[in-house]
């Protein structure tokens, strides 16, 4: 039965990626732990493939419809990426297993990772219910600020090194104010950032090969695929702001029991 649902939030998270340009990946790494029981740190290597996938399909159905700002994209993957290996290879593998030890709690590095996810998932949760961002100008001038575009991409890079998230709720945001991008063109450019981050981080975990299961990985991205067309489809009739609001309050609500699930049972 646990399985069935997990196939399910596969689908969901394609869908989120078809109808809003992001969100979905938030939910990723939950589903692999408390649906898959695949322990933290392994389910951010299959959350890299899974999400980066994803959003490889999704950035290409934006560039085919010039919805991809290609400078932007390249100015914000290089520091990122840069922060995802250097993140996946010297950051992460410092985190002893057992981080703090007492009589009353355990403080482990599978603790550790989910409490910082939830904090990621609360502040993308909290992004997306109070998005007042609106579509501006498809034709207006885009300016790049190279500096900040930088310093925001390595944030990201390190945060999807951490915990494999795609960081679309950094990346649209930074797009939007750093470079003068409409919001379509943002969500596209972002979806290409995030498949490249997620996919060069997979790539350089492939040294962990045994501890991933590839038929299960490339199922539930096949799922999260199939969402993404679906997404993109229902897109027509449905309105983005409401279903970004919703998703929002989803991944809140998530985020709480992520925490108390961790901290407090």
Partial sequence: ?????????????????G??????????????????????????TYSLFIVGTTSLVGGVRSAMNRMVDLKGA?????????????????????????????????????????VFFSLVMLIASIRMIRDKSREGDENRL???????????????????????????FLIIPALVLFTGLPMKKAIGTSLVVIAVNSLIGFI??????????????????????????????MSK????????????WFTLTMAVYIMIKEVVI
């Fill in 74 to 114: 390249v100015l914000f993957s290089i520091p990122s990426t840069a922060a995802v290996f250097f993140t996946r290879h010297n950051l992460l593998p410092l985190i002893p297993d057992t981080i703090i030890t007492s009589d009353y709690f355990s403080l482990t590095k599978n603790i550790a990772i989910m």
């Fill in 142 to 168: 885009v300016r790049h600020n190279f500096f900040m575009i930088v310093l925001q991409g390595l944030v990201v890079g390190i945060i999807t090194g951490l915990v494999g998230a795609g960081g679309g």
């Fill in 19 to 44: 109808l809003i340009g992001g969100g979905g990946s938030i939910i990723t790494i939950p589903m692999l732990v408390y649906l898959f029981h695949i322990a933290p740190a392994a389910a951010t």
């Fill in 204 to 233: 350089g975990d492939l040294d962990l090969v045994r501890e991933v299961n590839f038929r299960l990985m490339i199922l539930l991205s096949g799922i999260a695929i199939a969402g993404v067309f679906m997404g993109a489809y």
């Fill in 1 to 17: 039965m646990e399985n069935i649902g997990g196939y399910l939030v596969s689908g969901l998270i394609g869908i989120s990626l």
């Fill in 237 to 248: 009739f449905m309105k983005g702001k409401a279903l970004r609001a919703g998703f929002g």
